[in-house]
């Protein structure tokens, strides 16, 4: 599963190569239609998510794009979620140039919940899940709760989740978990100011970072931390750290570390080579300065 709770998403040898890593625009947006219950193809839907769309307390209704069919309550915040599903997923899948996505034109499935008692029986019904889960990802299904008080931050949790949904349908190896939520937050800060035409400045989204989640418990952990102050580290140490490789480091070095990670090359060993770290604390050196 993935999201925010997000277990995880593949990347690609050739990410950034276009898309919004390194600038590019968004185009235009496809057309979303509405369509009856019955024309909803179920297809690649699991068990849970099989008798979520059977609910009838749920009264979905459905929209469907290009890529995504959406099951929804409130027409205006879904017809939004189209759009931008769409815009983010072109730009998305402009990072992997070098792949193809491996599941069109069969379509992802987006739940949106807008109250806080259904998205509970979601997420109490769901094994793994853990409790402070406000969007998950669980392979080509997303789980999005309409949450935030501001369009800005329901948007900018979208692109989160879009990261994870996206890349899932290009790729299947996984990523360790600093950098499979690394990527989705930087697609968080970044996307939805750039669907906007908004420009965002590389210090004003990587101000200093207090406490950091130290880089041997970061880029060894296989799940995420038990206390949510610690989860919130975790998150923010992860996008820090995948800014710095971004954008602090050679590119060059960016695209052979990943080439090797989806090779199946150990991750740790492969970051630590390519960027000529002789050890940890040599790259926790290096990453302070652009963290202070």
């Known amino acids: 599963m993935s999201g925010r709770r997000t277990a995880w998403i593949p990347a690609a040898a050739g990410l950034a190569a276009a898309g919004l890593l390194f600038g590019a625009p968004f185009a235009g947006a496809r057309e979303a239609r509405d369509i009856p219950f019955e024309a909803v193809d179920r297809g690649g839907l699991g068990p849970h998510d099989l008798a979520i769309l059977d609910q009838p307390g749920f009264r979905w209704k459905h929209l469907q794009t290009e890529h995504f069919i959406l099951h929804y309550r409130q027409k205006m915040f879904a017809a939004r979620v189209a759009r931008l599903a769409e815009q983010f997923y072109e730009a998305i899948s402009a990072d992997l140039p070098k792949l193809r996505d491996r599941i069109s034109p069969r379509r992802s499935h ?31 299904v ?42 989705a937050e930087y697609y968080e800060e970044f996307a939805y100011r750039a669907v906007r035409g908004m420009g965002q400045s590389r210090r004003s989204a990587f101000p200093p970072l207090r406490q950091p989640t130290p880089l041997a418990d970061l880029l060894e952990a296989a799940d995420y931390p038990a206390d949510p102050a610690d989860v919130r580290r975790f998150y923010a140490t992860s996008k820090y750290l995948t800014g710095y490789l971004l954008l602090r480091q050679p590119r060059d070095r960016w695209d052979a570390f990943l080439a090797q990670v989806l090779a199946g090359r150990d991750a740790l060993s492969a970051l630590l080579e390519t960027y000529e770290w002789a050890d940890i604390p040599a790259m926790e050196k290096d990453f302070s300065r652009f963290v202070r």
Do not use: C
């Open 142 to 183: 997303l789980y999005l709760q309409e949450l935030g008080s501001g369009s800005s931050e329901k948007m900018s949790l979208l692109a989160h989740e879009m990261a994870h949904l996206v890349f899932n349908r290009f790729v299947t190896v996984r990523l360790p978990l600093w950098l499979n939520e690394g990527l």
């Open 110 to 140: 987006i739940f949106i919940f807008r109250d806080a008692r259904d998205w509970q029986s979601v997420v109490t019904g769901r094994p793994g899940l853990e409790p402070w889960a406000v969007s998950f990802v669980a392979g080509n």
